[in-house]
C-alpha cells in the first residue's frame, strides 16, 4: 500500500517556474515507478512524466513538456518532484502523482494517486 501527497502548486505567471512534490508513504514507495499527471478541465487526464524507481534512472516525458519540465525523486525521503519551467497558459490543469509498475503512459497502468494539486498560469 503507497499513499501519495501532492503539494506546491499554485497561481503564476506565463514563463514561471513551479516545483511540485509528491510525499509518498508506505514501505514499498521505492520498488514503483512514479509517474505525474495533469487534468484540465473538461479534458482527459494526460501523462506528463515518470520515472523508474532507481533515484537517477529512466525518465519519459509528454512532447508538450520536454525540455521545460524535469521529474525526479529522493527514495530515502519517500519525495517525487516535479520541477516545471516556462510555464504556459495551456499547462493549467490539477497536477496528480502516481505510483505503477513501468513506465507506461496510460492512466489505468497506474495503482495509487494522489488528491492532486491545482496548479494556475495566467497569461
Known amino acids: 500500500q503507497v499513499q501519495l501527497v501532492e503539494s506546491g502548486g499554485g497561481l503564476v505567471q506565463a514563463g514561471d517556474s513551479l516545483r511540485l512534490s509528491c510525499a509518498g508513504s508506505g514501505r514499498t514507495f521505492s520498488s514503483y515507478a512514479m509517474g505525474w499527471f495533469r487534468q484540465a478541465p473538461g479534458k482527459e487526464r494526460e501523462f506528463v512524466a515518470v520515472i523508474t524507481w532507481s533515484v537517477g534512472g529512466s525518465t519519459r516525458y509528454a512532447d508538450s513538456v520536454q525540455g521545460r519540465f524535469s521529474i525526479s525523486r529522493d527514495n530515502a525521503k519517500k519525495m517525487l518532484y516535479l520541477q516545471m519551467n516556462s510555464l504556459k497558459p495551456e499547462d493549467t490543469a490539477v497536477y496528480y502523482c502516481?505510483?505503477?509498475?513501468?513506465?507506461?503512459?496510460?492512466?489505468?497502468?497506474?495503482?495509487?494517486w494522489g488528491q492532486g494539486t491545482q496548479v494556475t498560469v495566467s497569461s
Open positions: 502516481a505510483a505503477g509498475n513501468n513506465m507506461r503512459v496510460g492512466p489505468s497502468q497506474y495503482t495509487y
